[in-house]
């Protein structure tokens, strides 16, 4: 074989992973968090489950982009790991339109009409309303002008005159189940390589369209392919939680027992297929557009029988991988970890990206306000050694609180790297500044409880009616905290933003009242002015936290709050 064939195979299929890679992540931008909102609503059962699996794989043009999806919405508390399994399930079906779309190339010679869609995919591109569509005809052009590529140069190789390689695929037994099981396990082998069962497939399609590999050693590869298309969910999964790792290892574990059943029964469940597609597996037919029918009903047939027999195992598929992945060690809550992003990004969107950021905003604004609870416990603490503690628990929560401000926004700096779309890009504008935020009312917090501190190392104390308004101001600031938590946690079209106004007002005018009275009570000699500068302090902070907390609640509103 020429070099430059071999360069030629090589490109087509650079080629087609890449136009499948351009084409999927550009219906992603096109669909944006409409996907993420349809996998997070439309799973309330198995068979729904089912369903949205196959419509966002069959959107996307990629299982293994749906799979990491449900993985991190399984990383992310968005759907529970029974959910996922039928996702998956889903998705195994809606990945088969991939094999078909094949087929079709191979049926028809596209090479006449791609070059006039890279015309109108480069003039969409240029324009800003409709370059995602560009985008995606670029990438169906990739896909097809490389299958193009692929049968030309299969037909030019002229593989079914090769003796050498007749030879070779001739001597293995067709009709050998160990002959079965090696080429199932190549195929798994090659696809884990390559990273794409798609490019496999049209290897799988040029081969046996040549006439050098039976159609039964074909359809091993495809089985093949199915195992190996569940190493990128695992890959992804590794630095994820506990569920999300089991919600990946069910996907191997669905294709795995798959295959099994139907190496059981192999020989007569391809002539099935066969006959349902009038093709003679045993009669060493070479029509290319027969043969690719053939893989790709087979592929189909495969998956959906598939399906329908285990989607009503999904409790005890739960059951086997909850027993083959244990929960790791229980997590401190006062020890540093970010619980939804990590360094691992295979085959993971932007969009997929902001959804973790946001999870992780979730949980840092949650333990912020855990570190104020901890603030108002430490000012009614009197003993000495339990203040030192909870002292001291404050002081770290406040380095958890930096160094989470920097990982993520270093994750999301990695994020906007990528080519991403005007409404992604101002979610990561908003949450930059929200994370921002989130740090400063931890600095906030500290504050408070460094004063309480110095108050407590000195020899004056509160007054009781110092104390009652302090408590009052800490209910106020905890309710705009709370509101905040609401807000990040929720749906923002559901919340109403004036309630978190109306409570920053109240610590504004509650701030000035007690402004007005320290002068007094100073003045009148009720106090000191050392204890009543640490009072105000206090006050002060509260006020300037409340600001913060309105500063979170605008940057994920996307409004300003009108000056007053």
Same mark, same amino acid.
């Given at each position: 074989?020429?070099?430059? &064939?071999?360069f030629k195979i ?12 351009v084409?999927?992540?550009a219906?992603?931008?096109m ?14 059962n ?10 966002v ?5 990629? *299982? =293994? ?6 993985v ?9 790991? #029974? ?17 078909? $779309?094949?087929?079709?190339?191979? *049926?028809?010679n596209?090479t006449?009409v ?10 969409l $591109?240029y324009t800003?309303?409709h ?7 670029f990438?169906?052009?990739f896909?097809?002008?490389?299958l193009?590529m692929?049968?030309?140069?299969g037909a030019?190789?002229?593989l079914?005159h090769?003796?050498?390689?007749? +030879?070779?695929?001739s001597?293995?037994?067709?009709s050998?189940?160990i002959?079965?099981? $090696? ?6 082998l090659l696809?884990?390589?390559?990273q794409s *069962?798609a490019?496999?497939?049209? &290897?799988?399609?040029?081969l ?10 074909g ?8 195992i190996? @298309?569940t190493?990128?969910?695992n890959?992804a ?11 990946a290892l ?22 099935a297929?066969c ?7 045993? =009669?060493g037919?070479?029509d290319?557009v027969?043969l690719s ?7 189909t047939?495969?998956n ?8 009503w !195992? &999904?409790?005890q ?7 083959m992945?244990?929960?790791?060690g229980?997590?401190d809550?006062d020890?540093?970890r970010l ?5 691992? #990004?295979?085959m ?13 905003i979730?949980?840092f604004a949650?333990r912020?306000?855990?570190? !104020?609870? !901890?603030v ?19 002081e770290?929560?406040?380095?958890i *609180?930096d160094?989470m /401000?920097?990982?993520i926004a270093?994750?999301?700096d ?5 080519h991403?779309?005007?409404? @992604? ?12 935020e989130l /740090? ?5 917090c500290y504050?408070i409880?460094?004063?309480?501190? +110095? ?11 110092? %104390? ?12 705009s905290?709370?509101q ?6 929720g749906?923002k079209?559901?919340f109403d933003v004036?309630?978190?106004f109306?409570? /920053?007002n109240e610590i504004n005018n ?5 402004? =007005? ?6 003045n009148?000699h009720? %106090? ?5 500068t640490? %009072? ?6 509260c006020?300037k936290?409340?600001? %913060?907390?309105?500063?979170v609640?605008?940057a ?9």
């Amino acid at each position: 074989m020429s070099i430059w &064939i071999f360069f030629k195979i090589i490109g087509s299929l650079a080629l087609l992973i890449y136009g499948m890679k351009v084409m999927s992540e550009a219906l992603q931008k096109m669909a944006g968090s409409q996907l993420r909102h349809i996998l997070g609503t439309m799973t309330k059962n198995r068979v729904t489950g089912i369903i949205t699996g196959m419509f966002v794989t069959c959107a996307v043009q990629s *299982s =293994s982009a749906t799979t990491v999806m449900t993985v991190s919405f399984v990383n992310a508390g968005l759907l529970t790991l #029974a959910q996922a399994i039928s996702v998956i399930m889903g998705a195994n079906i809606g990945t088969t339109l991939t094999a078909w $779309i094949m087929s079709l190339g191979f *049926s028809f010679n596209f090479t006449n009409v791609v070059f006039p869609a890279f015309i109108i995919a480069i003039l969409l $591109i240029y324009t800003r309303r409709h370059r995602y569509l560009g985008d995606f005809l670029f990438g169906i052009a990739f896909m097809f002008f490389s299958l193009a590529m692929l049968s030309e140069t299969g037909a030019a190789m002229d593989l079914g005159h090769n003796e050498e390689l007749l +030879r070779f695929f001739s001597s293995f037994d067709t009709s050998s189940y160990i002959t079965i099981v $090696i080429f199932l396990l190549i195929g798994t082998l090659l696809t884990c390589i390559l990273q794409s *069962s798609a490019a496999l497939m049209a &290897i799988t399609m040029v081969l046996c369209s040549s006439g050098v590999l039976p159609v039964y050693l074909g359809i091993a590869l495809v089985m093949g392919e199915n195992i190996g @298309t569940t190493a990128t969910a695992n890959l992804a999964a590794l630095g994820a939680n506990t569920q999300a790792r089991r919600a990946a290892l069910a996907h191997l574990v669905f294709n795995v027992f798959g295959v099994f059943w139907v190496l059981c029964c192999f020989y007569p469940f391809v002539d099935a297929v066969c006959s349902f597609v009038n093709y003679d597996p045993l =009669s060493g037919s070479t029509d290319p557009v027969k043969l690719s029918v053939v893989l790709a009903a087979f592929h189909t047939s495969f998956n959906v029988c598939n399906t329908c027999i285990l989607v009503w !195992f &999904i409790p005890q598929i739960e059951r086997l991988v909850c027993w083959m992945i244990k929960p790791r060690g229980t997590d401190d809550e006062d020890e540093f970890r970010l619980r939804y992003i990590g360094g691992n #990004a295979i085959m993971k969107t932007p969009e997929l990206s902001v959804l973790e950021a946001q999870k992780e905003i979730q949980a840092f604004a949650e333990r912020i306000q855990r570190m !104020f609870g !901890f603030v108002r416990e430490l000012l009614g603490t009197q003993n000495d050694a339990d203040f030192n503690k909870l002292f001291s628990r404050i002081e770290k929560y406040e380095g958890i *609180s930096d160094n989470m /401000e920097i990982e993520i926004a270093k994750y999301l700096d990695s994020v906007s790297d990528a080519h991403l779309s005007d409404e @992604t890009k101002a979610k990561i504008r908003a949450m930059l500044r929200e994370i921002s935020e989130l /740090e400063s009312i931890g600095d906030s917090c500290y504050n408070i409880a460094r004063t309480i501190n +110095r108050k407590m190392a000195g020899k004056e104390d509160f007054t009781e009616r110092q %104390y009652e308004h302090l408590h009052q101001m800490f209910e106020l600031t905890d309710d705009s905290l709370t509101q905040m938590n609401v807000l990040l946690t929720g749906r923002k079209d559901n919340f109403d933003v004036n309630r978190s106004f109306n409570i /920053e007002n109240e610590i504004n005018n509650y701030r000035n009242q007690l402004k =007005s009275q320290n002068i007094n009570d100073v003045n009148n000699h009720e %106090y000191t002015y050392a204890i009543g500068t640490m %009072y105000m302090d206090i006050v002060s902070e509260c006020e300037k936290l409340g600001d %913060y907390v309105v500063n979170v609640v605008e940057a994920r509103m996307g409004t300003r709050q009108k000056d007053a």
